[in-house]
Each structure stands twice: as C-alpha cells, then as structure tokens.
C-alpha cells in the first residue's frame, strides 16, 4: 500500500474509531492520547492527519452529517406527491429518529466550536448547505426563490424543530413523553405549511 493510501485508511479508521467513541460517551470523551491508543498510532501521527483534535471532531460531525443526509434525504425520495404539510412532517420525524438513534453524535455537531478565527472546511460548509437543499427542495412548489425566500425559509423551519428536538433531548422540556414531542414537532409543522400555504396564496 502507498503512504496515501495509508494515510487514508488510517484516517478513516481514526474517523470510525472517534466517532464509536462519541457515539458511546459524548464529545467530551474524544481526547487525542486515548484516540490515538484505540487507533495503534501515536499522538504525533493524529495531529499529521487532522492538524489537532479540532479537525478530527470536524471530520466526525462531516461523518456525521452524512449520515443524517442520507437519512433525510431518503425522505425525501417520495415528498413530490404529498401536501405541503405531509413534506415537511416526513422531513422533520426523519430529523427526530436520526437524533434519537444517535444522540450523541448528533449533539456533537451543535456543541463543537472552533477556536476563536478559525473557520470550518468548505466542505464541512458545503454538507450543512446539502442538508437544507433537502428541505429547500420540499417546499419549491410552495415558496419562490425571490430574495432568497426559500432558503431562508428552510432555515427557519430547520431552526424550529432542531430548537423543539434540542429542547426535548436536553431534558429542558421537564421529562416530556418522546410522544409529546412527535406532538409539538407535527404541531409546528402544521402551522408552518399553513403559513406557507396562505401567504404563496397572496403572492
């Protein structure tokens, strides 16, 4: 095998390895010393691949983010025959199972920051924007694309449930039922197609 290609086999490992870790334990538990032991490598050899311990969260939550992709948009496969409602509830519950199914992984991508100046990858950019394509996609028939209206219409409604689903799985909610919060993510979807629905109307 070339140097690349072992250079990139262990970095795919490192990635797997750190995003099991996160998986089990959470963020805080990615250190680079404990890392670099599970990986067979040494400290040295992890910062080569990933700069610090910075880029090789970025690298899981880009991991991460393409598996919440793949999830939402296989739910999106099939939005172009349903209302407007139905879309986004598709959307939004596909949303609330990733997050349940992976609630670690998924808080890992909210709780990172980066160091003050320092900014994320293009690519790491360039998922986030993938993923509010999906819902920009679901509402095309609904919202024109003037001004920018739908994209900063699919932020807004990405911004509503992500605060409803945060709230919930932090425990912010008071211990609420997950069926209460089936209830208040289809609640806001609801009176968000209506809103939608009403003001394309006018349009």
């Known amino acids: 095998m070339s140097e690349t290609g072992y250079r990139e086999t262990l970095r795919g490992e490192v990635i797997a390895k750190a995003g099991t870790l996160i998986e ?3 963020l805080a538990a990615l250190q680079a010393r404990r890392i670099a032991r599970e990986a067979g490598c040494a400290v040295g050899t992890l910062y080569n ?3 610090d311990i910075d880029g090789l969260v970025v690298a899981v939550n880009a991991e991460t983010l393409a598996l919440l992709g793949a999830s939402i948009g296989s739910a999106g496969v099939v939005l172009g025959t349903l209302s407007l409602e139905e879309r986004l509830a598709r959307l ?4 609330v199972d990733f997050a349940l199914a ?3 992984r998924w808080e890992a991508v909210f709780e990172h920051r980066l160091p003050e100046g320092r900014d994320a990858p293009a690519s790491y950019l360039e998922d ?3 993923l509010l394509g999906v819902i920009e996609a679901a509402i095309a028939d609904f919202v024109p694309d003037a001004n920018g209206q739908r994209g900063i ?7 509503a449930v992500h605060g409803i689903v945060a709230l919930a799985l932090d425990n912010r909610l008071g211990g609420r039922s997950l069926t209460e919060l089936e209830q208040q993510v289809r609640l806001i979807v609801r009176l968000a197609a209506i809103g939608i629905t009403r003001d394309n109307a006018v349009a």
Not at 92 to 95: G, L, P, Q, S
Not at 153 to 159: C, D, E, H, N, V
């Open 102 to 104: 992976h609630q670690r």
């Open 128 to 130: 986030q924007d993938r």
């Open 92 to 95: 939004a519950m596909a949303y």
């Open 24 to 26: 089990m334990e959470g």
């Open 153 to 159: 219409t699919a932020r807004a409604l990405f911004g």
């Open 49 to 51: 691949l990933f700069g």
